[in-house]
């Protein structure tokens, strides 16, 4: 299986940073990673795919790139709302596998 | 606009059989060729994807369950299922299901979600 690892686990921000979420994978990937936000007591929604691409009605303050093994989602000025919890996944092989989370607090 | 809803038990018994449906609205499981999938979150922890089923009713399941799980397809109810069977402790968890984004291939994110359903093992 690929493991994806993601940095940090836990991330303590204020409104209008802008911060950074690392994902590495165990193996080459392509670009075939995909980002997900995830509020509690919700189910992950889709950010950005094929690692860069953004998910229809997602804005624009969000920003993936990467390819191979490792990956970034970028925040851009932050808001209340964006505090979540941000999961990566690999669709490249078999057996699909995620991140273990990055959690973005507020400071 | 494609909606998944879960349903199903939220209590288990170990060693039984975790028995889960997903019922599609807005949109044919038969007339789309998409893979529609099964993943689950225990309690504070992260995502574990369990399995995935085509329309046509072939499956991928994760070799860590697959002793356990079977996945089925129902078009004629626009809906598909999840047993999990000889549950433990460690099978409680919030269990999802979520199309796979692109049409006729597994190796896809995952988009939509269904808001997901808490099932505890315990006697």
């Known amino acids: 299986d690929i493991q994806m690892t993601q940095s940090p686990s836990s991330l303590s921000a204020s409104v209008g940073d802008r911060v950074t979420i690392t994902c590495r994978a165990s193996?080459?990937?392509?670009?075939?990673l995909a980002w997900f936000q995830q509020k509690p007591g919700k189910a992950p929604k889709s950010l950005i795919y094929?690692?860069?691409s953004l998910q229809s009605g997602v804005p624009s303050k969000f920003s993936g790139s990467g390819s191979g093994t490792d990956f970034t989602l970028t925040i851009s000025s932050l808001q209340p709302e964006d505090f979540a919890t941000y999961y990566c996944q690999q669709y490249n092989s078999y057996p699909i596998t995620f991140g273990q989370g990055t959690r973005l607090e507020i400071k | 606009q494609l909606q998944l809803q879960e349903s199903g038990p939220g209590l288990v018994k170990p060693s039984e059989t975790l028995s889960l449906t997903c019922t599609v609205s807005g949109g044919s499981i038969s007339s789309s060729s998409y893979y529609w999938g099964w993943i689950r979150q225990p309690p504070g922890k992260g995502l574990e994807w369990i399995g995935s089923?085509?329309?046509?009713?072939?499956?991928y399941y994760n070799p860590s369950l697959k002793s356990r799980v079977t996945i089925s397809v129902d078009t004629s109810k626009n809906q598909f299922s999840l047993n999990l069977s000889s549950v433990t402790a460690a099978d409680t968890a919030v269990y999802y299901c979520a199309r796979h984004a692109t049409v006729t291939t597994y190796f896809a994110w995952f988009d939509p979600w269904g808001q997901g359903t808490l099932v505890t093992v315990s006697s």
């Open positions: 089923i085509y329309y046509s009713g072939s499956t």
């Open positions: 193996q080459g990937i392509s670009n075939y």
């Open positions: 094929t690692a860069s």
